[in-house]
């Protein structure tokens, strides 16, 4: 396998584990629901965000449940536990 091929196919099982979590959805899971407010996807940030040395990604989110919660980060994967409440816009207007 070339580097290309590997660093795509890298790319794909990131994607997968990340799932639909983009920014501004909202999914639920067996924690409660969430609101993505940012997505990192490059190793060394998602590395230092999460403190674990095999993070590829990480995900600032803000529990919907709970008023007044504060953003925290996290670099759980995607599961058929999940469900997406409210997709990402597919364009996210800046001055909004």
Known sequence: MTDHAFAEELRRVVD???GPRRP?????D???AFEVLS???DPA???EMLRR???R???VVRDVLR???EPFVIGSVWTDSDRLVRPAPTVLDPAA
């Open 16 to 18: 997968q584990q990340i």
């Open 24 to 28: 501004g959805a909202i999914y639920q």
């Open 30 to 32: 067996t924690d409660g």
């Open 39 to 41: 997505l990192v996807t």
């Open 45 to 47: 940030t998602a590395r």
């Open 53 to 55: 040395r095999s993070a």
């Open 57 to 59: 990604f990480a995900l």
């Open 67 to 69: 008023p007044n919660a």
